[in-house]
């Protein structure tokens, strides 16, 4: 994310912090990665993080321009670095708790997965055994038409020897 400066209706308070933002946007950006990484191809879990990642980025620029309008100090009266070193400290507090949560997204997330990829070797197992016995009963039913074709070929023999013991029989 990159804030235009020079643009007039962007205010002086948010062109400072564009640093910490673009950080801050980075490590989510990361936090999104690790996160597909676990769960390929999920677009609902993408959509997710990038509304997650736009909420943390507005509550990020809120926290910064709350901490720059209530500085102990005039802003005019402190110079730059010290500004932005107290800024920093304020923000690394307040956004630890919201970098925590995150982690903690990401462990639910990863547990998520895991889960899901148990269920999915259980699928694939089930599906296994089902393409097993299948294919049992296909040879199953096989064997009972061997069977079958067998039997009517004994019949048609016996039928046969039955025709010619008859024939005999009458010229006798």
């Known amino acids: 994310m990159k804030l235009n400066c020079n643009n007039e ?3 002086n308070e948010f062109c400072i912090h564009t640093p910490v933002i673009t950080c801050w946007s980075n490590q989510l950006d990361k936090i ?18 990038s509304e997650i990642q736009k909420q943390c980025l507005t509550e990020i ?41 995150l982690m903690e997204k990401t462990e639910l997330i990863q547990i998520k997965s895991q889960e899901l990829e148990n269920i999915q070797k259980d699928i694939k197992k089930i599906d296994l055994e089902l393409t ?12 009972y038409e061997e069977r079958i074709c067998k039997f009517e070929n004994q019949i048609d023999i016996l039928s046969k020897k039955l025709e010619i013991a008859k024939s005999i029989l009458s010229k006798l």
Not at 132 to 143: A, E, F, G, Y
């Open 132 to 143: 097993v016995t299948r294919i049992q009963q296909n040879i199953d039913k096989d064997k």
């Open 32 to 49: 999104k990665t690790i996160c597909l990484k676990y769960i390929p191809d999920c677009k609902e879990l993408e959509d997710e993080l």
């Open 61 to 101: 620029k809120g926290i910064l321009l709350v901490n720059y309008k209530n500085m102990k100090s005039p802003i005019e009266n402190s110079n730059k670095l010290e500004r932005l070193t107290n800024e920093n400290e304020i923000l690394v507090n307040q956004l630890r708790q919201l970098s925590q949560d």
């Open 9 to 11: 209706n962007t205010s």
